[in-house]
């Protein structure tokens, strides 16, 4: 599975209500994505539509598509998925701008399947935590996407995974942090249940 994301930037005189929906429904008309997810930063100015596609080819094709307002557009590999059970309403998006080593790449990908994501799902029972898309580009650069219910749930996510300690082999080295992290709104997502789970809005 192949995921596109195009950033575009937010125009609040023109945000009617449904205007997320519209805009992936533009973006991406008729194209047959199996989903799509429209995100609005809090406080800001800028957002997301993530786009998902059953091959590569698709998702070269798609990423060339722009609408008034959006911009840079990126094509990635969905490496990983983690399913939640929360209505997706706050979207955590935690970018690795930086091209990774294989190194690196390998050391980031252990310390999300064997520390960070095992660490989450002990919050499952809490409530509120929905689901996670890791999207890695060809360079090893990458975006995580974390979805949960409320601003309260994702501070509960991120103080847990702040918490969490080394493995024994984990080299500290090897894992420079995100470049940014962005908290945004959830305006509308199609997403397939195997990582978000809730009605399409």
Do not use: N
Not at 2 to 31: C, K
Request: glycine share 12%; aromatic share 4%.
């Amino acid at each position: 599975m192949y995921a596109t994301v195009h950033q575009f930037r937010r125009s609040h005189a023109d945000e009617s209500e449904g205007w997320g929906h519209a805009l992936a429904a533009e973006l991406h008309p008729g194209t047959g994505s199996p989903g799509t997810c429209t995100l609005a930063q809090v406080g800001g100015l800028t957002g997301l539509v993530v786009a998902l596609w059953r091959d590569r080819g698709s998702a070269l094709a798609a990423a060339v598509r722009r609408t008034p307002g959006t911009s840079e557009a990126r094509v990635y590999e969905v490496s990983d998925v983690e399913s939640g059970a929360a209505e997706p309403r706050i979207a955590q998006a935690t970018w690795f701008d930086r091209p990774l080593t294989r190194a690196e790449a390998d050391a980031a990908d252990f310390g999300g399947r064997m520390r960070i994501r095992p660490a989450v799902r002990g919050l499952r029972g809490v409530g509120g935590v929905g689901g996670i898309y890791v999207l890695t580009a060809e360079d090893r650069s990458s975006l995580v996407l974390g979805f949960t219910e409320s601003i309260e749930a994702l501070e509960a996510v991120q103080k847990t995974i702040m918490s969490t300690e080394l493995l024994p082999g984990e080299d500290p080295a090897l894992l420079p942090g995100p470049d940014r992290v962005d908290v945004h709104r959830v305006l509308h997502t199609s997403l397939p249940s195997l990582g978000l789970v809730g009605e399409p809005r």
